[in-house]
């Protein structure tokens, strides 16, 4: 077995703060990156992750007194912002949740629409090489297809969009990848690609199960998955039926 995610130092330029909120779907917990150029008394945070006072305080020990001067969140999920307003609260500072392209903390950001995972996920890319994907690619397993509603918000996952994201992250010049779960991502392509085939190869079962008569998420789920339980199956159930969506919208 590969040895336990636990965040820390992964290149000159990037830190992972890991939250103790570790689950089948946060795999070890929620990754905050804190990006600063060596030397700089500035930072930059990508996702503060769930309103957790113990989680706040770890990501100030790594930041060792640097002002923030930008904070990103990567989607609307809680395990990535739910506590942005009381980081913002002790760390004052603009946030981004679009595209566009920033240059502080000696960093040049290159934040880029990723739909998919759900509606508003973005990544972003640093110029030296880091490309931090979020929820859109994780460090292990595959993401879910977020259909459904979240407090209410609809989510907005599709698996076009999502098969569009990876393709576009499949052009940028990455040199790893630093996801909102799990471990770095040391072949970016490899991986990006592995998980563009693994989405297609889903796909493929979808309609085998369509065609030996299943119908609906539940019963495609079963001759899919076979039987899952609790968070498991709820979000299978959430990817089926973005597979079902697309394949409903195939000519």
Not at 21 to 40: H, K
Request: contains cysteine; aromatic residues 2%.
């Amino acid at each position: 077995m590969p040895p336990r995610w636990t965040g820390g130092p992964v290149t000159d330029r990037a830190t992972c703060v890991l939250e103790d909120n570790a689950g089948p779907m946060t795999l070890d917990g929620t990754n905050t990156w804190v990006l600063s150029t060596p030397g700089s008394d500035e930072a930059v945070v990508v996702d503060p992750g769930e309103d957790d006072p113990a989680h706040r305080a770890a990501i100030g020990t790594v930041l060792a007194g640097r002002r923030v001067v930008l904070v990103v969140g990567t989607h609307r999920h809680r395990d990535h912002v739910g506590g942005m307003d009381a980081f913002l609260a002790e760390h004052p500072a603009p946030v981004v949740r679009e595209a566009g392209t920033h240059e502080v903390a000696g960093l040049r950001l290159r934040v880029l629409a990723t739909p998919g995972h759900t509606s508003d996920s973005v990544c972003v890319l640093l110029d030296t090489g880091e490309l931090l994907t979020g929820d859109t690619l994780l460090g292990r397993g595959s993401t879910v297809i977020a259909t459904g509603h979240q407090q209410g918000v609809d989510q907005g996952g599709d698996l076009g969009d999502y098969l569009r994201s990876l393709d576009l992250l499949l052009t940028l010049d990455a040199d790893v990848v630093l996801p909102g779960h799990g471990p770095v991502v040391r072949d970016p392509r490899a991986a990006l690609s592995t998980q563009r085939q693994h989405r297609l190869d889903r796909l493929d079962q979808v309609r085998r199960a369509l065609a030996a008569g299943h119908r609906g998420v539940d019963d495609v789920l079963v001759a899919v998955h076979g039987q899952l339980e609790g968070t498991l199956k709820w979000a299978a159930a959430q990817s089926i039926r973005a597979q079902l969506d697309f394949l409903a919208q195939q000519p």
